[in-house]
């Protein structure tokens, strides 16, 4: 079918030029010099000796801090409370009315 185009669009499926070869940078992997593979038991003894080194810090994660912080401010609200409830004196309420009669109670709103 494609015979059939004209020039200007056979270009478009022309096969493109053959890579050109070149040849590896260099040697294969299996052909490279390696460094020896050594066990750590030369290493050994540069290690710190476990009885030298200090103990870990023990540092908080983020759930125990968010706990401790909720604890906290429980036990805030719940002393500010006590102290809310022991100085509190209905008597010396200013804004009490003095005739409880006067009370306006509002219901079903």
């Known amino acids: 079918m494609t015979q059939f185009l004209p020039d200007n669009l056979l270009g478009l499926f022309a096969p493109r030029a053959p890579i050109q070869y070149k ?3 260099d040697d294969l992997f299996i052909n490279r010099k ?7 038991a030369e290493h050994v003894q540069k290690f710190e000796d476990p009885k030298d080194t200090p ?7 983020r ?8 604890k906290e ?9 006590e102290q809310g409830i022991a100085t509190w004196t209905p008597a010396d309420n200013p ?7 006067k009370t306006l109670f509002i219901a079903r709103i």
Do not use: C, F, N, W
């Open 63 to 70: 759930d125990e801090k968010r706990t401790r912080k909720r």
């Open 55 to 61: 103990p870990k810090v023990r540092i908080e994660t």
């Open 34 to 40: 390696h460094i020896p593979i050594d066990g750590i």
């Open 73 to 81: 401010r429980q036990e805030l609200m719940a002393y500010k409370i």
């Open 95 to 101: 804004r009490a009315t003095s005739d409880p009669y």
């Open 23 to 25: 040849p590896p940078p």
